[in-house]
Nanobody, 119 residues
Framework: QVQLVESGGGLVQPGGSLRLSCAAS????????MGWYRQAPGKQRELVASISVFDRTNYADSAKGRFTISKDNAKNTVYLQMNSLKPEDTAAYYC?????????????WGQGTQVTVSS
């Protein structure tokens, strides 16, 4: 089972930046895809960005041009750099690990970190 620990959330003014970190308990080479999701009050959880074991990235339209997902394999850590933050980016942000083993698929979640964008 993969354990994920997020950090880096907080309160930031509109236009500001934050970097979220997600430390995994296993090597990122054993995880097919790492992703960042977010969930605002009253809304469904949505994908923000993901990065595959082959470093292929994918972004939600709302994140393109402002957010960057990256990883440090040596530290088993995935990052989400968020720039030009907007009030609508306010949400709990969750790290996700997707693992495929043969026919079995597993998904693991972190505990979440709150991001609040407000003046």
């Amino acid at each position: 089972q993969v354990q994920l620990v997020e950090s880096g959330g907080g309160l930031v003014q509109p236009g500001g930046s934050l970097r979220l970190s997600c430390a995994a308990s296993e090597s990122l080479f054993s995880i097919n895809t790492m992703g960042w999701y977010r969930q605002a009050p009253g809304k469904q959880r949505e994908l923000v960005a993901s990065i595959s074991v082959f470093d292929r990235t994918n972004y939600a339209d709302s994140a393109k041009g402002r957010f960057t997902i990256s990883k440090d394999n040596a530290k088993n850590t995935v990052y989400l750099q968020m720039n030009s933050l907007k009030p609508e980016d306010t949400a709990a942000y969750y790290c996700n690990a997707a693992v495929v083993k043969g026919r079995d698929r597993y998904r693991y979640w972190g505990q979440g970190t709150q991001v609040t964008v407000s003046s």
